[in-house]
Structures are given as structure tokens and as C-alpha cells.
């Protein structure tokens, strides 16, 4: 028997439907299987081999009785270890299962390949990439993000990865941030509503809503789960002053982590309390400034000195942290690592809450209007519309 | 001088207005502020004495150029350590603070022995009790709720100690559920809407909108941030079966560490993939079945076993895995720890979506109708609300 080459192979090869709406085309025939103990070998035509083992096999069976036809939702439950091996045939390049209780399963090739133990899911959602000096958020044109996938999933890529993304040249319209912010998914709506106006207002219960300047914070590290990403959209800005300022907060702590390690451990391991009190609120968290994960990556940055609440540290604790707290304030505020723009009306900044520390300069609410209508979004759906729109791409 | 009785300070003490809105007239006056190095220390009159640092005195200043009068927000920024000591002074048998620079601060009595180091704060929220053998949920009447805060507070306050309260005698009313969730906060919308109907339906996208029988599970593991706390209001209930099904998913992961450790370690140290994909969705997120703090106490249960996505996990630990996977399948199962009863039509169920597991029995559809509306809130707006409603108890 000749071995067709692999592109030949994808050319001919018999795709077999799985329940997933993922794309499994693109693999090789199998030209082998062979069941041995508590597994399968299968070896497909360019003489890949992979072991799978029954239990996995059984579990992730696409039939219609194992999954749902309309949900395609796994409906089979591994309750108990497949007790002796099926019966393994090849049809077009594909594997039938016959079990000993007559039940039948069949596996796609390339979607078996996909799955073989080691090998690791391909996501379109990029990795984040810290700001290198003179960092410069990528632009994409109103016109582009609601005209067609391209322009979205360029928005959607960069802020993934930057943390960061400015959209140009749209509309002066009243809600224009909620009907872009819908085209992704739900509001996320917070005590202070789903959607905010930030300007100078009579008795605010927040210091955005006064001209005063906001160092660099993230929001709601009260909560939590902060919000994620945030959309603000300049409606208006003629005030003298007010121009905004980011800073990537990951980048920051890998500096102190770099520069002074011990501040860096302190405010990643010094729980501390968030606050904020209005008559109908009061809503409290504890956590470090800087949040890792078991392997000391950093998940997310908590930055917000109005509503740090009293710092409830033994006595000996607390000098030792302000000092940290300071070095920390003083590396994000570096004019090296931060930016610094006036945003123009028609154009939204969208930043990652959690990574991305934002704030304004003061500005005079004498000398003209400043008006920035605001939201949340949850990552999830980003990611989701993302992988959604590479479906087609 | 003679020394006067506690409850006799507490009637005459001067209060001394601070920016916070939680109530610190309860304790005693100071008789005694000695600033030495880089602290104060405080004696009260019952002899309690606590040192303060300077630091931390500068920080916590309630004046009004260092607080937002009407935001109560922070304004003042720890960038430097006061670099000498204040005069110190009492009045009023509270702290007056006169800096080197000639800013002034003034602090409550009671407000500082609230907050001397090593003193938690007190806090409502009760803390969670696991279900005990025979477990029941707690029953609020629907007039009871939104007639005042007594009702509201004992419903809360059930739900966030045993993660499950029954609300019951409501009104058959469309968007009942809604109204009842406004009160708290807003709803928590995810891509199944905000607020949605269970009952069986053409062409489902999830098992719940289906007649089958739902095992127990979490909702929306495959979320970074799954819903915290659902909702369920039952207007309709005449089908045959259908009945509901709660356990505590901490209490049957403790039975698990208990008797399986290595199982338990399994499940609390293994990511696996959660994944739901429709035409217009795949949220994706990896994830333990059982997330544990870093002192390893449980901190969430993802378990769904209807969108585990496949299992990538090496050769030689996926028969492990599955064996542990059903040891906790079984042990979350067991009749002896689950709670099994029908909702009544005006009955509404609250439970902690990331602590209890929830399912149903299966119903017949053409037996009668089945018609439940959900949503979901945060856990912070809770916890926000038990601690307003208990500003005036």
C-alpha cells in the first residue's frame, strides 16, 4: 500500500461530525488501532502514534445518546471504568469503538489528533504582552470595528494582549458605548450602574465626578472581582486639562519585583482592606495590591488609594509596608512608563481593569465641558467573541 | 481623679464626627497620648493602651483637605513618612495631632480603639456554616422580605452562612424574581441573559431548558467568575417530578479530604477545561474542580459535568482523575447529604452558586407545566446590603 502524502491526505480524507462546533478538519487519517490493557494506540498516516486510554475514550463519546443533540452537552456520566476493551475498527480513516456492551462510539481522526494527551488547544485569544518603552496603543476606526469581523478582532486582539485599545473616529451619539459595548456581550453592571457619565457633578460619591486629578488607580478593588475591562467614551473634552493617563500595572510590578523584591513580596502577600461607603452601599474586600498565582505569576493588580480602608497591620508591619506602597506608587506614576493623551470626542479607550492602571489630570470645569460616558465588560466574553469570530476567519 | 465607670464614659464621651459612616461612638475616652520615635501611644480609660505609628496616624487623617467631604474618599497620598513627631493632645478625651508642618489632625476616642493594631474589624456577614446531618433550609415569608429589614436581614443572613434560603408565600407574578433581586443589586447577566426561564423548550442551547433530569452542579464553571449567588422563582409546578436537589458542595469536598485524600488533591490541584459553545458563544476557562486558597480551604466547586470540555491531562493520570471524579460524583450524590423537595408555585430558592450544587429530577412535560425564572447577584451586593441594613438595627 502506498502512503499518500499528507496533503493528499487532507484533501481525501472523510471528515466525521463531533459534537463541538470546533474545527477538526485539518488532521490525518488514522491507519492503525490497537487496544492494549486500558488503552488504545492509534497511529495515524504520517506515523504520529498516540496512546489513549478507555476510560477517555468512553467519556468523551460524541453518539447522540452521550451527548445532546440540540445543547451538544455531555449527557454520559463516568460512573464506572470501561471492564474490558472494545473492539476497535478503522472506517475512512476514522475509529469505531465497538464496547463489550454493544455500545458504539466513533472518533474522528483529526479531532482524536487534536485531543492526544500532551498536545494543548489551539486559542486564537493571545498571550499578554507586557509594554515595551514607548509603548503606543493600536488604533482601529470606529468604521471598522462595526463594519465587518477584521476591524473587531483587531480591537479585540490588542486589547487582549495590550491590556489597551483605542477606537477612533466614531460618533458624537448619546449610548454610543453601550451599543459597542452589546456587540461583545451584557453590560456589567456595579453600584454605580451599568453605565456611567464621568464629569464634574454637585455631590458626587466618587472622585471621578469631580474635575480634580485621579493618579493612576485600577476601579472597585472593593469588589471581589473588579470589573475587567473597562470602555470609556469622550463625548465632549474642551476643559483646560483632564488629558488621561495609563500605565501598564503588571509591567510596574515586575519592575519592583525586579528592583525591590522584598517591597514586592510584602504587597503581594499583605492582604489589605478596600472600602466604599455611600447611604446605600458598603461594600468591602480584602486583598494584596498584587495578586499571584501559585506558580508567583501576576493575576491582577488592586491600586486605589481612596478607598483603601484602614490598614489593619501589627504594629511593626506598617512602616515597612507604606515604604513598599510608596516605591510601588512611585514606579507607576514614572513618566517612563506612562502614558499620557488628551482623548479627542469620538474616540473610546478600552483598558483591562485589572492589569491597566488609569487617572486623569485635573482639569477646570470653568474653561469648557468634559464628558466621558463608561462601562464594564466581562473578559470571558471578549475571549468568547474572539473565538467566535476566528471561527470564520 | 477619680476614674469613671465604663458606662458612664460611654454616655458623656464627646463624638467626634470621622469620615467613615460605620459607627464608632461605643468606646471609651483617652486619657493618656505620649508620642515616642515613630509612634503614639494611646491609653484609654479602662487602662487599654495601644501604639499607633506615625505613619499610619498621617495616612488616616479625616480632615477634610485629606478626605473628600463628599465622596468620604482618601485624597491624602502616603508619599512621605512624617519626619517628626506631632505634638499630641487630648480633647474632648479624643486625639488631636499637631504636625511638624502645621496640618492638623483630629481623631475619634472610639474610632482609633476600633482600629489599634491586632483589633479585626466587626463585621455582619456571618461566617459560613457547613450543613449538618438533617440539614434545613431556612424559610422567610415573601411579606416578611420586603416588608422591612428584619425579614431581608434573616434571609441574607441564612443565605450567606448556609449558602441555600427558601423564600416562600410570594406572588405568581411575571418578573417577581426581578424585583426581588433589585433590591439587593443589580442582576448579574451572563450569556444565558439576565434573567432567564427554565422550562422545557424548543431547540435548548443548555440541559436546564430541557425535561431531562440535571444531576448537581454548579452553573457556568467555564466563567472565570462564575455567578455567585442564583435565584429561582417557581411560578409553575403541576408536571410529574421535577423535584429539586441541593448539597453542600464544601461540606461533600471535606467528606472527600476526609476520605480520600489523595482524590481530594487530585480534583484541588488538576485544571481541567469547562467549555460551552452555541452559535454565538465559547467561553472557555481552566480550572480545579475544587479551588482552594493558600491554606488550602475551599474556596469554589466547579462541577458540571455537562460542559467538562475534553480532558487533557498526561497518560498516566486520566484513570486517577476519573476515579477521583467519581468518588466526589458519588459522595455529592449520597441521599444522606442532599436535599430533595418540590417548589411550590410563589416559592423562591437563593443558594451560593459557587458553594451549592444544584439539579433536579426529571419531569414530564406532558404532565403539567414546569416554570421556574432565574437570575443571579453578586456576592459583594449581599454582603453590601447585611452590612446597611445593619447600620440601623
Same mark, same amino acid.
Given at each position: ?35 492494549? /490493557? ?5 497511529t ?26 440540540? @445543547? ?9 471504568l ?13 475509529? *469505531? ?10 472518533f ?11 498536545? *494543548?488547544?489551539v ?23 462595526v ?6 478582532r ?26 459597542? &459595548?452589546?456587540?461583545?456581550g451584557?453590560?456589567?453592571? @456595579?453600584?454605580? /450602574? ?9 455631590n ?22 473588579p ?35 522584598? &517591597?514586592?513580596?510584602?504587597l ?10 455611600d ?14 498565582d501559585?506558580? /508567583? ?10 478607598i ?10 506598617a ?27 469620538g474616540q ?13 489630570? &485635573? ?5 469648557g ?16 467573541r ?8
Open positions: 500500500m502506498t502512503t499518500a502524502t499528507p496533503f493528499e491526505a487532507r484533501q481525501t480524507r472523510v471528515i466525521w461530525p463531533m459534537s463541538e462546533l470546533t474545527d477538526h478538519s485539518g488532521g490525518h487519517s488514522l491507519v492503525d488501532a490497537l487496544t492494549s /490493557g486500558a488503552r488504545v494506540t492509534l495515524w498516516e504520517d506515523r504520529q502514534q498516540a496512546h489513549f486510554p478507555l476510560s477517555w475514550l468512553r467519556d468523551h463519546c460524541p453518539c447522540t445518546e452521550c451527548r445532546h443533540t440540540a @445543547t451538544r452537552e455531555r449527557l454520559y456520566i463516568p460512573l464506572e470501561p471492564d474490558s476493551a472494545p473492539e476497535a475498527r478503522l472506517e475512512d480513516g476514522n475509529l *469505531e469503538l465497538a464496547w463489550a456492551d454493544g455500545h458504539i462510539s466513533r474522528d481522526a483529526g479531532w482524536l489528533r487534536q485531543r492526544r494527551p500532551g498536545q *494543548e488547544s486559542d486564537p485569544v493571545p498571550a499578554r504582552r507586557p509594554w515595551a518603552e514607548g509603548f503606543q496603543p493600536a488604533r482601529v476606526a470606529h468604521a471598522d470595528f463594519g465587518g469581523a477584521a476591524g473587531e483587531a480591537w479585540l486582539t490588542a486589547l487582549l494582549r495590550d491590556g489597551l485599545v483605542l477606537l477612533e473616529d466614531g460618533p458624537l451619539a448619546d449610548e454610543e458605548v453601550s451599543r459597542l &459595548a452589546e456587540r461583545i451584557p453590560l456589567r453592571a @456595579t453600584n454605580f /450602574g451599568a453605565r456611567f457619565d464621568v464629569r464634574s457633578k454637585p458626587p460619591n466618587n472622585a471621578a465626578y469631580t474635575a480634580i486629578g485621579l493618579p493612576l488607580h485600577t476601579d472597585l478593588p472593593n469588589w471581589r472581582q470589573p475587567d475591562i473597562q470602555l470609556l467614551y469622550c463625548l465632549e473634552n474642551d476643559a483646560e486639562g483632564g488629558e488621561s493617563t495609563f500605565t501598564d500595572g503588571f509591567a510596574a510590578a515586575e519592575a519592583l519585583r525586579e528592583r525591590s523584591p522584598e &517591597a514586592f513580596r510584602l503581594s502577600e499583605t492582604p489589605i482592606d478596600f472600602r466604599f461607603q447611604e446605600e452601599h458598603d461594600i468591602v474586600w480584602r486583598a494584596p495590591i498584587l495578586t499571584l501559585h506558580d /508567583g505569576q501576576l493575576l491582577e493588580v488592586r491600586f486605589n488609594n481612596w483603601r480602608d484602614s490598614l489593619r497591620l501589627p504594629l511593626d508591619q512602616d515597612a509596608w507604606y515604604r513598599a506602597y510608596r516605591e510601588f506608587w512611585n514606579l507607576v506614576h514614572d513618566p517612563r512608563h506612562r502614558l499620557e493623551f488628551s482623548l479627542l470626542p473610546m479607550i478600552a483598558f483591562d481593569n485589572r492589569r491597566v492602571l488609569h487617572g486623569r489630570n &485635573a482639569f477646570n470645569p470653568n474653561s465641558r468634559r464628558h466621558l460616558q463608561g462601562t464594564y465588560l466581562d473578559l470571558d466574553l471578549l475571549e468568547s474572539l473565538r467566535v469570530l476566528a471561527r470564520s476567519a
